[in-house]
């Protein structure tokens, strides 16, 4: 594990938030047990604290231990499109997710990113992280390391450097929570 990462990690576990590559774009996070954390990247974002936020994990198992029994179609979605940039957003442990991330509801998106990095990061947390792209609320994705807003870099403790993977697309959020499935957000995926 490189120097860079290793740090990433120590600010991670010790409540800092990080910019970070993953498959679609960079994103600002934190780990998700970390309520102090969480509201201040909601404020670093300025976003709504009703918005729900998305979570990367490591795998189905890992984002299991968030969410309600899922169904096995889901559970095939989920083996079908992972790694890769789809969110699903499921009927979730409420007392197992901070309400913040949950935008108060009772449902958690959750995406695991087709990136060496990102999967490093939360292989090593042991936990979750909130993945949200880094920009201030209602600003352009950034896709690019130069695509960083400097005023939003200076708000984070760590930020790394390194490629995402360039889809040029944010993810498809589809919400599996209702019948039938419904796309929020029609991204990088087509379903």
């Given at each position: ?117 990102a999967l490093e990061l939360i292989r090593n947390t042991g936990v979750p992280i909130l993945g949200p792209s880094a920009n ?56």
């Amino acid at each position: 594990m490189n120097e860079q990462i290793q740090k990433a990690i120590e600010i991670l576990n010790q409540g800092g938030i990080i910019i970070f590559p993953t498959d679609t774009a960079f994103a600002i996070g934190c780990r998700m047990d970390r309520s102090e954390a969480i509201k201040r990247l909601f404020n670093i974002r300025k976003r709504p604290s009703n918005q729900p936020v998305l979570v990367l994990v490591n795998g189905l198992e890992m984002a299991q231990e968030y969410l309600q029994p899922l169904d096995e179609k889901v559970k095939e979605l989920m083996r079908k499109y992972w790694p890769g940039a789809l969110t699903v957003v499921c009927k979730c442990k409420i007392d197992k997710v901070y309400s913040l991330i949950r935008g108060n509801g009772k449902t958690l998106g959750v995406r695991m990113p087709d990136h060496k990095i990102a999967l490093e990061l939360i292989r090593n947390t042991g936990v979750p992280i909130l993945g949200p792209s880094a920009n201030f609320h209602g600003e352009k994705t950034p896709y690019k390391f130069e695509d960083l807003n400097p005023d939003l870099v200076k708000l984070a403790d760590l930020v790394l450097t390194g490629e995402a993977s360039n889809l040029g697309k944010v993810s498809t959020v589809l919400d599996c929570s209702i019948s039938p499935w419904k796309i929020i957000r029609q991204g990088a995926i087509r379903i």
